[in-house]
């Protein structure tokens, strides 16, 4: 369990890094594939989880996709305020 909550919190921190960049309009090339290594990090202990604490199984899938939708938050944030619609931090659509 202790892994999984670890691969939890890595792939959460190089998700916000990664948004946060993306979002002032910087680079986040790099750490793109952070977040892809990360993502892939929680397969294995989230399987592990599942088989070896299968009442476990669905509190730590739905953890993971409160983890995973990150991502999605910030595009329904997006969709939300509109086509047009201008970050405040870029001055511009997006």
Do not use: I, N
């Not at 979002?23 to 088989?51: I, Q």
């Not at 983890?67 to 595009?75: D, F, M, N, S």
């Amino acid at each position: 369990m202790t892994e999984l909550v670890t691969a939890l919190a890595d792939h959460r921190r190089a998700m916000w890094v990664r948004e946060d960049l993306h979002l002032k309009g910087e680079d986040w090339t790099e750490v793109r594939a952070e977040s892809h290594a990360t993502r892939s990090a929680v397969t294995a202990p989230l399987l592990r989880v599942s088989l070896v604490l299968p009442f476990l199984a669905q509190p730590a899938q739905d953890a993971s996709r409160a983890v995973y939708g990150l991502r999605e938050a910030e595009r329904t944030r997006r969709a939300r305020r509109g086509p047009g619609a201008h970050h405040p931090a870029r001055g511009r659509a997006g």
